[in-house]
């Protein structure tokens, strides 16, 4: 049974750091395209970070720069260092893992974890 367990969220003031982490079961991680996503109320599921099995990395523009994405392969496990927080970064925050072989595609989520960043 596949299972991603987000932790680390909670609530920081404006300008504060938190990281984020993902711990995977069931997968290796590192075969998987880890992503962490973001959903605040009222609005869409957005991409906000990704690093591909490849280890390649890519960002949405409102975080480049102040939230660095990173995985630990021996941990089975994918970061979130989320620095300079802002009021608008508020949001669940998901981890997803990724995969595609031939014509399958395997998608898993995790339960999420709550961001507030408010002073």
């Known amino acids: 049974q596949v299972q991603l367990a987000e932790s680390g969220g909670g609530l920081v003031q404006p300008g504060g750091s938190l990281r984020l982490s993902c711990a995977a079961s069931g997968i290796f991680s590192s075969i998987f395209n880890m992503g962490w996503y973001r959903q605040a109320p009222g609005k869409q599921r957005e991409l906000v970070a990704g690093?591909?099995?490849?280890?390649?990395?890519n960002y949405d523009d409102s975080v480049k720069g102040r939230f660095t994405i990173s995985r630990d392969n021996a941990e089975n496990t994918v970061y979130l260092q989320m620095n300079s927080l802002k009021p608008e970064d508020t949001a669940v925050y998901y981890c997803?893992?990724?995969?595609?072989?031939?014509?399958?595609?395997?998608?898993?989520w995790g339960q999420g974890t709550q961001v507030i960043v408010s002073s």
């Open positions: 690093i591909a099995s490849s280890g390649i990395t």
């Open positions: 997803k893992a990724n995969r595609r072989l031939g014509a399958t595609i395997y998608d898993y």
